[in-house]
């Protein structure tokens, strides 16, 4: 498959379109940006770690039922992955307070949930990627009664299987988002990435924090963190 012109650069990554109209390469960054884009800087390996985590995830969830956009690594940064359009959704799953939850409702970090949370944001930098619920997302034609019901189930799924992967790993998953894309035909598809950027994962023992809030609130030892997480997660490094 032969890498053609870029196609987009986002905070964390490049897109490329390839000779394949259906199919694109993903080239994961160091770059970290926190706070909509105020805060930047450079994880040092990140995009290492976060294109083979992504990858060993997606190659999971595809063996539980989940779709993914999932299709080839190809080194340590590219990955070859299905054409989608991303529906403009970040889909966050809460196992424990933290974050924006824990400031917003007043919870103290750690706090267990009774039961996992769902929550959505409309994924647009000029407004800082608002809240919405089900029937925004159904009045703005971002997707229907059926599809949302599909995505919540499937990222209801991807919240079981992931807390008990990484329980395997002595981690605790705190939250995570995920975004969902449709191929050519429709279909729904999980996109975007798994990594210590878009989970918060916590050591089960120790509690240290072993993601991107490690840079996000300048607590140090990120890039430490990150090769950690994909040395229990692949059992190399
Ligand atoms: P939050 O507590 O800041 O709302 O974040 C919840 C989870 O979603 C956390 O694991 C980090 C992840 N996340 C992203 O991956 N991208 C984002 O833009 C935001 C706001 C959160």
Redesign the pocket.
């Known amino acids: 498959m032969q890498k053609l012109e870029q196609l987009y650069e986002g905070k964390a990554k490049k897109v490329f379109k390839t000779d394949d109209p259906e199919r694109y390469i993903v080239s994961y960054k160091d770059d970290a940006t926190a706070l909509?884009g105020l805060k930047r800087g450079t994880i040092v390996g990140k995009g290492v770690v976060n294109n083979r985590m992504t990858n060993h995830m997606m190659r999971l969830l595809e063996q539980q039922g989940i779709p993914t956009h999932y299709v080839q690594e190809l080194n340590d940064r590219e990955t070859v992955v299905k054409k989608v359009s991303i529906i403009p959704l970040?889909v966050?799953v809460?196992n424990f307070a933290?974050?924006?939850?824990?400031?917003r409702l007043g919870l103290e970090e750690g706090t267990k949930m009774q039961c996992p949370v769902l929550?959505f944001?409309y994924k647009n930098d000029a407004l800082a990627?608002p809240m919405v619920n089900e029937y925004h997302i159904m009045a703005m034609g971002f997707a229907t009664r059926e599809e949302l019901d599909r995505i919540c189930g499937y990222a209801l799924k991807i919240n079981e299987f992931l807390q008990s992967y990484l329980k395997g790993c002595n981690l605790d998953l705190?939250?995570?988002?995920l975004e969902f894309g449709k191929l050519s035909d429709g279909t729904i598809v999980l996109a975007d990435e798994i990594s210590p950027?878009?989970?918060?994962l916590w050591d089960s023992t120790t509690h240290n924090h072993m993601?991107?809030d490690l840079w996000r609130r300048d607590m140090g030892g990120a890039e430490e963190a990150y090769q950690e997480v994909l040395k229990r997660l692949m059992g190399e490094n």
């Open positions: 909509n970040e966050v809460r933290a974050g924006s939850l824990a400031t929550e944001c990627d705190i939250d995570f988002k950027d878009t989970c918060r993601d991107k």
